[in-house]
């Protein structure tokens, strides 16, 4: 069983940067792959960026390669997202995620979802 809380969210303007964190309890973090995924209004939660277990290999969505990068700290059971040239369109509430691989969080097969944290980028 693992248990997700997001922190970080906020206002920012654009251009800014924020970091996201996502604190794991549970003796089984290093089993899972982790993910963010985004939900702005009126639309549906897509994906972000994902990690292997290791922390190794990395994915991201086209819209945010190059400027949000994902990585995990094991022994502090967190991941994190940081987030660069934040733009408007990046506006959204942000989900941590958990499953077993990379590719089922690619695939949206998450087991475990944190209870999301609102990030706004004012233009």
């Known amino acids: 069983q693992v248990q997700l809380v997001e922190f970080g969210g906020g206002l920012v303007q654009a251009g800014g940067s924020l970091r996201l964190s996502c604190a794991a309890s549970?003796?089984?973090?290093?089993?899972?792959?982790m993910g963010w995924f985004r939900q702005a209004p009126g639309k549906e939660r897509e994906f972000v960026a994902a990690v292997n277990w290791r922390g190794g290999m990395t994915y991201y969505a086209d819209s945010v390669k190059g400027r949000f990068t994902i990585s995990r700290d094991n022994a502090k059971t967190t991941a994190f997202l940081q987030m660069n040239s934040l733009k408007p369109e990046d506006t959204a509430v942000y989900y941590c995620a958990a499953a077993p691989t990379a590719q089922t969080v690619l695939a949206g097969n998450i087991e475990y979802w944190g209870q999301g944290t609102q990030v706004t980028v004012s233009s």
């Open positions: 549970g003796r089984t973090f290093s089993g899972y792959a």
